[in-house]
């Protein structure tokens, strides 16, 4: 069984947390994904801002849970701000140097995989531009 990675944006931890029993409304800003745990964009955060992801962590700025069921199976967490403002500002030729860099870190060499992570943090990209200008927050729901 494969860990599921649905990114959302919600205006409240209130909002979000709801979310881990009702389910996804159809009108959420939504990214679905397998496989790339939240705890993931902490290094992407650190590419993007200059910080080392030592930093970052210090910070408080791993993914913070804002709801969980069924054992810590299925979460809510709340992403960091920084790291929705970071993604919100960056532009593409930024986007593709920091897929470039993540791809390095963990040992991938193929052009296919920078692109693929390039276009993966352009979606990141966007669901945090729409995140920030509505004065709402990135969240992520973990489940099986």
């Known amino acids: 069984m494969s860990v599921l990675y649905d990114y959302f944006v919600a205006c409240s ?10 389910g996804l409304d159809g009108d959420l800003l939504l990214l ?9 964009l902490v290094s992407v955060e650190a590419l993007l801002t200059g910080a080392g992801d030592g930093t970052i962590s210090e910070r408080g700025h791993a ?6 069921l ?5 979460l809510v967490l709340a992403l960091d ?3 929705r403002d970071a993604l919100a500002g960056a532009t593409t ?3 593709i140097m920091v897929a470039a860099s993540w791809a390095r870190l963990h040992a991938l060499v193929d052009q296919e995989d920078v692109d693929a992570l390039a276009d993966l943090l352009g979606q990141f ?4 531009r729409e995140a920030r200008d509505d004065s709402a927050h990135l969240y ?5």
């Open 81 to 83: 701000d920084e790291l």
């Open 63 to 68: 993914p913070r849970i804002v709801a969980s």
């Open 140 to 144: 992520c729901r973990v489940g099986t």
């Open 13 to 22: 931890d209130g909002e979000a947390a709801a979310m881990i029993e009702d």
């Open 70 to 74: 069924h054992d810590n199976h299925n």
């Open 93 to 95: 030729g930024k986007l």
């Open 125 to 128: 990209a966007w669901l945090a």
């Open 32 to 40: 679905e994904l397998k496989g790339l745990d939240p705890h993931d």
